[in-house]
């Protein structure tokens, strides 16, 4: 079946720094991916939709200019927490999006990755 | 705009019990519904779905039925194992094929042997 990948898995950071997280569809090509933050007990809160070769969309309250989002090619997708503070320590989650003919598709989801910053 | 509102948890129940989940949404126009179930340490993974009114979706005994009507899809398994023991989400997606997911707060479920 379809995989997606993110890497890393877990990362601890000090605060003001930078982080990449990478998603990657394993067998398939997505055009478009998403990003999801869990805060710990809670929901997915989708931050951002993620289409190769365009600007991502963002949802609203979510900063552009702090998670840099680049899809640059049809199977990666990175999301960049710059200058990141310990408020951003959370779940990051990406899913793919893999569609078939006729348009009827399914999204594949990573197996997330954890930031904490200290 | 779009909404998914789950019952909240933790529920526990005993090996072999009747499981309900229940599930409402808000939604316009005519959205495919989920259920993903998250296992301890893992990622989410898509437990069933339903596209349409009336549609039953259905996975490892696990049935969900989309009830336009009452904007419902609640979770229900006729017999649940320790196995079974997970997080699980009620979501939603725009029904223009756009992918974009809205997710329910989850329930977590504890099933004792």
């Known amino acids: 079946g379809a995989v997606v990948s993110q890497h890393p898995s877990w990362v601890i950071c000090k605060s003001g720094t930078s982080v990449k997280i990478e998603c990657r569809s394993l067998?398939?090509?997505?055009?478009?991916m998403f990003w999801y933050r869990q805060f710990p007990k809670q929901s997915l809160m989708l931050m951002a939709t993620?289409?190769?070769?365009?600007?991502?969309?963002?949802e609203q309250g979510v900063e552009k200019d702090k998670f840099l989002i680049n899809h640059a090619s049809l199977t990666l997708s990175t999301l960049t927490v710059t200058s990141a503070h310990p408020e951003d320590s959370s779940f990051y989650i990406c899913?793919?999006?893999?569609?078939?003919?006729?348009?009827?598709?399914?999204?594949?989801f990573g197996e997330g990755s954890r930031l904490t910053v200290l | 705009g779009n909404s998914v509102t789950q019952m909240e948890g933790p529920v526990t129940l005993s090996e072999e019990a009747f499981l309900t989940i229940n599930c409402t949404y808000t939604?316009?126009?005519?959205?495919?519904l989920f259920w993903y179930v998250q296992y301890p340490g893992e990622g989410l993974q898509l437990l069933l779905k339903?596209?349409?009114?009336?549609d039953k979706g259905s996975n490892k005994g696990f049935e969900a039925t989309y009830r336009k009507e009452t904007t419902s899809f609640h979770l229900e398994k006729g017999s649940v194992q320790v196995s079974d023991s997970a997080v699980y989400f009620c979501?939603?997606?725009?029904?223009?094929?756009?992918?974009?997911?809205?997710f329910g707060a989850g329930t977590r479920l504890f099933v004792k042997a």
């Open positions: 939604a316009t126009g005519y959205p495919s």
């Open positions: 899913s793919a999006a893999r569609t078939s003919a006729g348009g009827i598709g399914e999204l594949f």
């Open positions: 067998d398939f090509q997505a055009t478009t």
């Open positions: 979501a939603l997606s725009d029904g223009g094929g756009g992918f974009k997911t809205i």
């Open positions: 993620s289409n190769e070769g365009s600007k991502a969309t963002y």
């Open positions: 339903a596209t349409k009114a009336d």
